[in-house]
């Protein structure tokens, strides 16, 4: 691969577009999608979770044979590009799809469309976010480089989710004269799912032609050898036996826990612990553009000054001390009542500032991952790009699942009563709330951070790891 450095502004532009999709995506199954089936279309919750499940688990697994069939792909179009491009219209195709239920299906019957578009969409969204992933440590070998690179893939992703989800809430789901609570309006979900859809179908192929013209720097293809699964994982694990990816690993591992047990609670710390309105809540929500904004700079400047090992972990201690700082006072009674309105400016500010810093460290994560691919490449004689990025993801994905089930736990321990409005829920129970839900969170954090301690690539390593390189292709 030639060195590739000083990528232009267009460049990275085009790159992290391409993340909106998977913010569409994202939002609408973990927000939408369950009352849109279950309030709307009459089927049994339980079911919806089941189906989405299904797809997360078959999602999952996916990931690493994606991650291989991009690293060995032969074509003019290089190892990524072909996935990127055949992904495009069948995932806005589906997603479209998944919004617009046959009028002939209703309640339960519907359990396996959900099912099957859930695969689908999935699937064919991970053909292009695996290659497209990978795709940045061809880009550019720099260091820093890599992470400003990741910074505007972040930045879209987080920014272009909370905007189409604020969109969808505040215009196509508004209340109508007919229908009071928007939430149920079966059209908009459907006028959501044809806009959503365009803008997937965009963003992607905006990352695949606008860095099309850089595949004749990318590096070419192991040769052609006959394939069977023994090899496949055979060299699956090569790549993957490595010390610095397993801590990569674990700590997306508890990172995912982490991130599934704060959202799983977090109407609740929103709405029963400081007794937010909605409008407030969305507010916090929206507030995550700010928060996308300050990471887009931090993380590159954090990569070039202190490193991202170093960077990554002084970012979590701090982020994960903010976090839980405001639940901790409040339990120690130094916080301003519920409805005092200093409290929600407080909470906001600290939303924002543990956010920013929760996205920086993604960023500096990713672009730990990136710097692992010399490394792999001087132990194996590989390029392994697609398999060392599906494995992240896969880490994440399959654990996804154990963050809500914590959550269940806590509210389980702390006997948390059901169908009581905000404000009507008993003291301690609230009490009970924040004094478990604070620590588990902290300590998860911390297991992740520790895990992260055990990452060995730092940018002398990295430089050397590209001499050698260099040198072998002489």
Not at 177 to 194: A, H, R, W
Not at 315 to 340: H, Y
Not at 357 to 363: A, F, H, K
Request: hydrophobic share 50%.
């Amino acid at each position: 691969m030639k060195e590739k450095q000083g990528l232009t502004f267009s460049t990275k532009l085009a790159y992290g577009f391409g993340a909106v999709a998977f913010g569409v995506k994202n939002n609408g199954f973990d927000y939408f999608l369950l009352i849109f089936y279950s309030q709307v279309m009459g089927v049994d919750a339980p079911l919806v979770g089941l189906a989405l499940l299904i797809a997360l688990l078959i999602d999952a697994f996916s990931d690493p044979v994606v991650g291989y069939m991009s690293d060995n792909t032969h074509s003019r179009w290089g190892r990524r590009h072909p996935w990127m491009y055949a992904s495009a219209l069948p995932v806005a195709l589906f997603y479209f799809m998944l919004w617009a239920p046959p009028s002939g299906l209703t309640g339960n019957a519907l359990f396996p469309y959900i099912l099957v578009l859930a695969v689908l969409i999935r699937v064919c969204i991970t053909l292009f976010e695996v290659p497209s992933s990978a795709m940045s440590a061809e880009l550019t070998g720099d260091y820093d480089e890599r992470t400003s690179l990741f910074s505007y893939r972040y930045f879209f992703g987080w920014v272009g989710g909370t905007l189409m989800a604020t969109v969808a809430l505040a215009v196509f789901l508004a209340p109508t004269e007919t229908i009071s609570n928007g939430l149920l309006n079966k059209q908009g979900y459907g006028t959501y799912g044809i806009v959503a859809s365009i803008i997937i179908l965009i963003s992607i192929l905006v990352t695949a032609l606008g860095t099309h013209r850089h595949i004749p720097n990318f590096k070419a293809p192991p040769p052609k050898a006959a394939m069977s699964l023994k090899r496949v994982f055979s060299e699956i694990y090569q790549t993957l036996a490595n010390r610095s990816f397993m801590a990569l690993f674990l700590a997306a591992l508890f990172g995912a826990v982490a991130a599934g047990l704060s959202a799983g609670l977090s109407f609740y710390m929103s709405g029963y612990f400081w007794e937010f309105s909605t409008d407030q809540i969305s507010l916090i929500s929206l507030s995550i553009i700010i928060s996308a904004f300050a990471a887009l700079f931090m993380a590159p400047l954090i990569s070039s000054r202190i490193g991202k090992k170093k960077g990554a972990i002084l970012v979590g201690i701090i982020a994960f001390t903010i976090a839980p700082a405001p639940v901790v006072l409040r339990l120690l009674e130094f916080m301003p009542e519920n409805g005092s309105p200093l409290l929600f400016p407080i909470v906001m500010i600290a939303v924002v500032v543990e956010t920013a810093l929760v996205i920086t460290l993604s960023i500096l994560t990713s672009s730990m991952m990136a710097d692992l691919v010399e490394d792999s490449e001087i132990r194996t004689a590989r390029r392994s790009e697609g398999v060392l990025f599906a494995a992240a993801t896969f880490a994440r994905k399959a654990v996804q699942g154990f963050g809500v089930l914590a959550a269940s736990a806590v509210l389980a321990v702390v006997q948390f009563p059901k169908g009581v409005a905000p404000g009507q829920v008993p003291d301690e129970a609230v009490f009970r709330l924040g004094l478990y839900y604070a620590p588990t969170l902290f300590a998860i954090w911390m297991l992740m951070l520790f895990s992260l301690s055990f990452y060995r690539i730092d940018r002398d390593t990295h430089q050397e790891n590209l001499q050698t390189l260099a040198t072998r292709e002489e």
